[in-house]
């Protein structure tokens, strides 16, 4: 099982919210982690969204729309990605990223289709 | 240019080795933890190395450990990657990576023969 798994796809309307997922392998306490968010359009370098790790502890990148947001799930172990207000720019890769036994370690990502 | 600017990149043969080159601007280099990553074609993001600030801490992902050799010169503002015994599926996009700062563009890696 791999430590941090994403949906490989999600689509939604123009306008609509969506909220991406990256759930932490059973086991491991959400609440001792730091997670990374990335974005990748086709052709670009990823680009850093934002880090979560509470509410009192989160990180906005630098540009990055307050559309953007972090947070957690307790009961599902998992962090979200929440894009408020779709638009077709947001079409993309989006990956989550976290430290664990002394490496890092990505999601495969959720391919973002804005419909 | 601010930024991440990676160099270094090429086409090597398998057996091979390539140094990869990062110059840093924009930040206080010295201050802050780095990786390198890499991105194969038309798949996800693949963590390869992590240096602290001082360069006293390293680690490896196991697919370069004996293979890659990461340092730094916190002088230079400069970040390297030694890449030694190249594999053909070490073919990839190479970024050098604060992990919560703009990504440069990267290095295209291809070995083939």
């Known amino acids: 099982q791999a430590v941090l798994t994403q949906p490989s796809s999600l689509s939604a309307s123009p306008g609509a919210s969506a909220s991406l997922t990256c759930t932490l392998r059973s086991g491991f306490n959400l609440g001792a982690y730091r997670i990374y968010w990335y974005q990748q359009k086709p052709g670009s370098p990823p680009r850093y969204l934002l880090r979560y790790r509470s509410d009192s502890d989160k990180q906005q990148g630098s540009g990055v729309p307050s559309r953007f947001s972090g947070s957690k799930d307790a009961s599902a172990n998992a962090w979200i990605l929440f894009i408020s207000g779709l638009q077709s720019e947001d079409e993309a890769d989006y990956y989550c990223m976290t430290w664990h036994s002394s490496a890092y370690v990505f999601g495969a990502g959720t391919k973002v289709t804005v419909l | 240019e601010v930024g991440l600017v990676e160099s270094g990149g090429g086409l090597v043969q398998p057996g091979g080795s390539l140094r990869l080159s990062c110059v840093v601007s924009g930040f206080t280099f010295g201050s802050y933890e780095m990786n390198w990553v890499r991105q194969a074609p038309e798949k996800g993001l693949e963590w390869v190395a992590y240096?602290?600030?001082?360069?006293?801490?390293?680690q490896y992902a196991d697919s370069v450990k004996g293979r890659f050799t990461i340092s730094r010169d916190n002088a230079k503002s400069s970040l390297y990657l030694q890449m030694n015994s190249l594999r053909v599926d070490d073919t990839a996009v190479y970024y050098c990576?604060?992990?919560?700062?703009?990504w440069g563009q990267g290095t295209l890696v291809t070995v083939s023969s």
């Open positions: 240096i602290s600030s001082s360069g006293g801490t390293i």
């Open positions: 990576l604060r992990v919560d700062w703009p």
